[in-house]
């Protein structure tokens, strides 16, 4: 069963998608974070134990080819903009995005808070680490 997209003020039932930003500003990716947990996230407390693990990487047009340039299928009906700015970002650069998750520690094990895809370069130039985790 396909879940309603959120709406403002009402994330109940609801799939919320997220905007991520590089540490300039820049609209880089995005997180689907399921409406219960939304509605439950003090996210001001979480933005000092919330981290993204990059899973996978995958082409922008969703096939194995990255020069195949058939237009990216969404069930949701988001367009690339909605995905990254690709005004900052190439589009036309192969394998472009990660495959993220958004976690949160508590204590020694993480929780999953959201999914998402963000792009190489914002993720890479953030200075990623290599971490042992839990998932609970």
Not at 63 to 87: I, N
Request: net charge negative.
């Amino acid at each position: 069963m396909k879940r309603q997209r959120c709406t403002a003020g009402d994330h109940r039932e609801s799939c919320c998608s997220l905007r991520i930003f590089d540490a300039s500003g820049r609209h880089c990716g995005v997180a689907y974070m399921d409406g219960n947990t939304f509605s439950s996230t003090d996210f001001v407390a979480a933005a000092d134990g919330s981290y993204f693990v990059k899973l996978s990487q995958q082409t922008l047009y969703g096939g194995f080819d990255p020069y195949d340039k058939v237009e990216p299928e969404s069930d949701d009906g988001e367009s690339m903009e909605d995905r990254f700015d690709t005004e900052c970002f190439d589009i036309n650069l192969p394998w472009c995005l990660y495959n993220i998750m958004m976690i949160m520690w508590a204590g020694d094990v993480t929780y999953r808070m959201a999914v998402g895809e963000v792009h190489i370069k914002a993720f890479d130039d953030a200075g990623p680490r290599r971490v042992d985790l839990i998932i609970g």
